[in-house]
């Protein structure tokens, strides 16, 4: 029988997943948990120890003689303290020894009880890195949980050998409930580097979906390599703007996953492989339908040179850590292949429809403005709403995208427009919404500036993307405008943007719009500043009609989502917005 202890049962399952076996265990109560499923479980060979001087020690002797990691495992308070010298001499002679320590409940740190410090205070050379896992009391600290022991077992060895601290809290009814008859079933990840055997990531026969979130350019070499893959294998390339990549077999299906609900996900389109690189994707409705919520089976496999466990949808189980090209070239097969997988992601986005009349809108300038871009301009899209719509439509290929989508924050997105487009004679583009301008508006007045900048500020006078009708704020009505959002800060560019240099032209309707659009995409003496009045209303009014277009078209929902949106509605729609 095991604890019922959800986070040591999920460290004993992973150390026999990864082979672990080797436990050198000091005496103690905090660390019983452990102890008692270590010791009776025939899968683990262990060793007794009083003093946790000398046990740290002996498991550097035992890794010496067995050239496997070593586990060791002590009890809360001073104990951690006296692995410090072992762990320092393991440090440097590059030593794998998982360092198990038992600390009590978060509860109780520094609050003046009986053997309760911090433990997690290790010297920078006493331990490659500390991990510390969470009080589990949820499924989501569960997977964390799974993600952080993965992650420490992982490091032991990576790169350059060394030892790690797993750090276990324990709860008090833990520490007398073990009636628990066998370990849980617990997603092992592996780190695959380039020297390794992959035989075992099989992948043929499966359907593969390739996710490539923010990219700068491919190399003639990754192109290659990538298509090469793709000819044999039933896969496609799931992009957006800020992937930057325009393969045969890609499919910018941001519309179409917004569209669908998460049944039909998993009946027709889930992967058996999803295959991620890149940055972040900036995808919401992605995150909805592919992360663990959702219940859809697949594996997850992570290509980096980096190497970091990174398991954004809780389906992660191998880390490539190499070059993106020799990944695709060792898995491409000699062989061609029926890519009915790729088709029917290409049918269901093809079926996307927008509206041909929008409100004044974000949505209605990207429908206006998307095919008149020039080609090999950049376009720098703000987070949220101008990202999310932009995505709804077509792009030339040769127009590089980019956002601030690693950090993800409202700041900067201007400041890193301008940087770019000092560096080039290329027309640089942003669309930016009201607040992220204001944040940023500092930057205008650098005197670096030439005359290749176009701004599509558009300006809502609130924020909107807390006012759309599927964001969670949407429910406090008016309410939302007193402080959740920004409402009334009378903010207009004209007199900064002209201070600064700028030319600047707004509109307040499609009339005028239409008016200076092409002044605003074509040649100029002075960078221009294009301020676009729109409302929030006509902001969700617009999403609301592109997502009920699509909606109704595709055999997603028993009836067609009413005009003020319903229960099945507000399911489906909820991905496509930030909570």
Known sequence: MYTTSKSTQIVLSLLKQHGINQVVINPGATNIPIVQGIQTDPSFT????????????????????????????????????????????AFYKHVPVLAITASKH??????????APVQTSLPVDAVKQTFALPYVDSKIDEL????????????????????????????????????????????????????DDWNDAALTGKKIRIAVGEHRHFSGKQLAAIDAFMESHNAFVYVNHLSNY??????????????????????????????????????????????????????HWRVSEDGNIVDTYDKLTKVFECPLELFFSRFAEDKQVEHTYYESWEKLQDSMKIPDELPFSNGYLVQQLHDSIPRNSYLNL??????????????????????????????????????????????????????????????????HLKNNIRILLVNNNCGAEFKLYAASAYQFGKETDAYIAAAGHNGSAKGWAEAAGFRYISAGNKEEFMQHRDTFVGESEQSIVFEVFTTPENESDALRSIMENNLSGISVLKSKVRSVIGDEGVKVLKGILRK
């Open 46 to 89: 262990c060793y007794s120890m009083v003093d946790e001087r000398s046990a740290m020690y002996f498991a550097i002797g035992l890794y010496l003689e067995t050239g496997k990691p070593v586990a060791t495992s002590c009890t809360s308070a001073q104990a951690t303290r006296n692995y410090i010298p072992g762990l320092t001499e």
């Open 106 to 115: 978060p509860k109780y740190w520094g609050q003046e009880y009986m053997q």
């Open 144 to 195: 964390h949980c799974v993600r952080l022991v993965n992650e420490a077992i992982l490091e032991l060895t990576h790169r350059t050998p060394g030892p790690v601290q797993l750090n276990v809290p324990m709860f008090d009814e833990a520490m007398g409930i073990f009636n628990v008859p066998e370990l849980p079933s617990v997603r092992l990840i592996r780190r695959c580097m380039a020297w």
């Open 246 to 299: 325009h393969g045969k077999y890609a499919v910018s299906a941001n519309l179409a996953i917004s569209c669908i609900s998460g049944d039909v996900f998993k009946k027709k389109y889930k992967p058996d492989v999803l295959i991620t690189i890149g940055g972040q994707t900036g995808d919401y409705p992605v995150f909805g339908k592919l992360a663990s919520g959702n219940q859809t089976d697949f594996e």
């Open 382 to 447: 703000a987070i949220l709403n101008s990202l999310r719509v932009w995505s709804y439509f077509p792009l030339d290929p040769s127009i590089v995208c980019n956002s601030n989508v690693a950090a993800f924050g409202i700041d900067g997105c201007m400041s890193v427009l301008l940087g770019q487009s000092v560096a080039t004679d290329t027309l640089c583009f942003l669309v930016i919404g009201d607040l992220a301008f204001f944040y940023d508006m500092n930057s205008l007045g650098i005197r």
